[in-house]
């Protein structure tokens, strides 16, 4: 399991700043998560001003 990041994503990069494992990069227009470094937090789906990374 690990979280996913929608194309509702800004590009704030509020998640990318929270995460514990510095799993987030910035990708082509959106943010995009590295599903093998993700340990399932939560914590970009707080940071995240419009709701963008999702549970899978
Ligand atoms: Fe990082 Fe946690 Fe979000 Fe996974 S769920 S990308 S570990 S902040
Ligand atoms: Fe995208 Fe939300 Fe992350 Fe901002 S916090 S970069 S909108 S996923």
């Known amino acids: ?16 700043e929270g995460c514990p494992v ?10 995009v998560i590295d599903a ?5 937090c939560g914590a970009c789906a707080e940071a995240c001003p419009v709701g963008a990374p999702v549970a899978e």
């Not at 690990?2 to 998640?15: F, L, N, P, Q, S």
């Not at 987030?24 to 959106?30: N, R």
């Not at 093998?36 to 399932?40: G, K, L």
């Open 36 to 40: 093998d470094a993700c340990i399932d």
């Open 1 to 16: 399991m690990a979280y996913k990041i929608t194309e509702d994503c800004i590009a704030c990069g509020a998640c990318a």
């Open 22 to 31: 510095d799993a987030i990069s910035e990708g082509d227009g959106i943010y």
